[in-house]
């Protein structure tokens, strides 16, 4: 190494250890003041300081235009990968600044420490001559799961209230999976432009990445983040058992240690078909125990996504038998396709701003229930947080109550509905064994409403 070199590694080592300890210093004391810009601020510098060593690292290895192309290829997925764990949480409230972090802790600090610590791991192998190839079977699968990690795990410490079940957990640690995967595949494209490039000329490299595009970049783009999925199941775990540290702790290092496991299996079917001579060995372990494995992480996904609104109508029901919500408006709740038909009745009888208040209406209702979901299983009830829910409930309610013209006004009073009949009087009738839906009615004694 020259001294060149030698200074540029030590200025650009330098420069992203003084933004990341400046990001931890910040964020530390945002959080300690609960003092927002500070966190947003220290988290920016904590990304800069790991998107420096990985820039310096790409850019000193294949070069400025390699980059460049390594760059364009990894976010042509990227859609698909962070609007897939967007969809999956997207009927209930997460913070756009939590979701950004973690996909940026992915993306920048989780790449950087695996980067250098994968690096370290390989020159000890060849420094003590062992295979190289050892990096990717045994540290890389270790030191990128608690990497990836982590970033959640800072979630699951510092704003507990916003992961307080296993979907929470998915969607947290698939988007850290997720930044990884796109920051990992700009260094691999950025490598194989290189590759095709000096072996050819500059199709070749376009090639070539095109390639790798089509392989990790499709086929395989849910790598990561199936492997940070196992992991997010014991945080998951962990969320739901709040107070119970050694419960909580070995929930999280069992998935981990799976997570692991998976990562080398996935790492070491390459590495064990090269040596055996076998290059169809990971084509083989693919659609034999990865895909299904994939497809069994999606289908548990997405009946959680189905049990978080299962959820909510149990949680609520409380505020049915109080007068507050009625039996209607739970029904509505139970599950994704009737919290759909229920946008689409808002739709029809209230216009767009019928839907959009329908919407509004249902993630605030699922706010709601999740300060009495955290209640029921010993977690902090946040009062402030039910109110502000309930109030946005009935706010929302206005811009479609009383707009279907086929149905007779009516109160809910807690047990029985107060129907106004055509002779003008009201009179109460019973509630019917199954709600009628999706119509929707308010307590009172806010407003005067439909029922049918």
Request: proline share 6%; glycine share 10%; hydrophobic share 50%.
């Amino acid at each position: 190494m020259t001294d060149a070199v030698s200074t540029t590694v030590v200025l650009t080592l330098g420069a992203a250890g003084l933004l990341a300890a400046a990001g931890i210093a910040l964020g530390w004391v945002g959080l300690a003041k609960r003092l927002r810009p500070l966190i947003v601020t220290g988290s920016l510098l904590l990304f800069a300081g790991g998107g420096t060593v990985l820039a310096w690292a790409i850019i000193e290895g294949a070069g400025a235009r390699a980059a460049a192309v390594g760059l364009i290829a990894a976010l042509l997925p990227a859609p698909i990968l962070v609007g897939t764990f967007l969809w999956l949480g997207r009927y209930r409230r997460r913070p756009w600044l939590v979701l950004a972090f973690c996909f940026g802790w992915g993306a920048c600090v989780a790449t950087a420490i695996s980067l250098a610590v994968n690096t370290y791991a390989a020159y000890l192998l060849d420094r003590n001559d062992l295979d190289q190839n050892l990096a990717a079977v045994v540290s890389a699968p270790v030191i990128e799961e608690i990497a990836k990690l982590l970033g959640p795990l800072m979630v699951f410490w510092f704003a507990r209230r916003h992961l307080t079940g296993t979907l929470d957990a998915i969607v947290y640690c698939g988007l850290a999976g997720a930044g990884f995967a796109v920051a990992e595949n700009v260094l691999y494209a950025s490598g194989a432009y290189v590759i095709g490039a000096q072996s050819l000329d500059d199709a070749a490299g376009i090639a070539q990445v095109t390639l790798l595009v089509v392989v990790r970049g499709l086929a395989t783009m849910f790598a990561h983040p199936l492997m940070t999925g196992l992991t997010a199941i014991g945080l998951g775990k962990a969320a739901r058992r709040p107070g119970r540290k050694g419960r909580q702790t070995a929930w999280i290092i069992g998935m981990l240690l799976c997570g692991m496991g998976l990562h080398a299996l996935w790492n070491g079917s390459s590495v064990l078909g090269v040596a055996l001579d076998l290059p169809g060995l990971w084509f083989a372990l693919y659609p034999a125990f990865l895909a299904p494995l994939f497809f069994t992480m999606v289908g548990a996904a997405l009946w959680l996504r189905s049990a978080d609104a299962r959820r909510t109508q149990t949680a609520l029901a409380p505020m049915v038998a109080a007068g507050q919500l009625s039996p209607p408006e739970l029904a509505s709740l139970a599950s994704f396709s009737r919290r759909s038909a229920a946008r689409a009745w808002a739709r029809r009888h209230a216009g767009k701003p019928g839907e959009t208040a329908m919407r509004d209406f249902q993630r605030a209702a699922s706010d709601v229930a999740e300060q009495y979901d955290l209640a029921s299983i010993g977690g902090t009830w946040d009062g402030r947080a039910a109110e502000h829910g309930a109030h946005r409930m009935n706010a929302a309610r206005a811009a479609y109550i009383g707009r279907d013209p086929r149905t007779p006004q009516a109160l809910w009073d807690g047990r029985r509905y107060h129907v106004v009949f055509p002779d003008g009087q009201m009179r109460p009738v019973e509630a019917p064994i199954q709600p009628v839906m999706p119509l929707p009615l308010p307590p009172p004694p806010a407003y005067p409403v439909t029922y049918a």
